[in-house]
């Protein structure tokens, strides 16, 4: 199991930080695992998961390739 932080979650989801607690919080993203009082990781196997299994904008947008998929972040929200 890889454990990853933050930075590197938030690499992977296109959504700021407040943005990503909040989805924690509501059950709507993977939790993460405590490592210590004051420090967290997540497991980077279960977000690749979690990332696959989210709905997929597949419109096409100006200058970008109609094969392309990207996060609709709103629809986690």
Known sequence: MQLIRLPEVLQMVPVGKTTW??????NK???PKKLGPRS????????ENWINELP???????GSNSDS????????N
């Open 29 to 31: 993203a993977p939790a």
């Open 40 to 47: 967290v990781a997540w497991n980077k196997q279960e977000i």
């Open 69 to 76: 998929q990207q996060i609709d972040a709103q629809s986690v």
């Open 21 to 26: 607690y909040s989805l924690v919080k509501d």
């Open 56 to 62: 997929l904008n597949t419109t096409n947008q100006a």
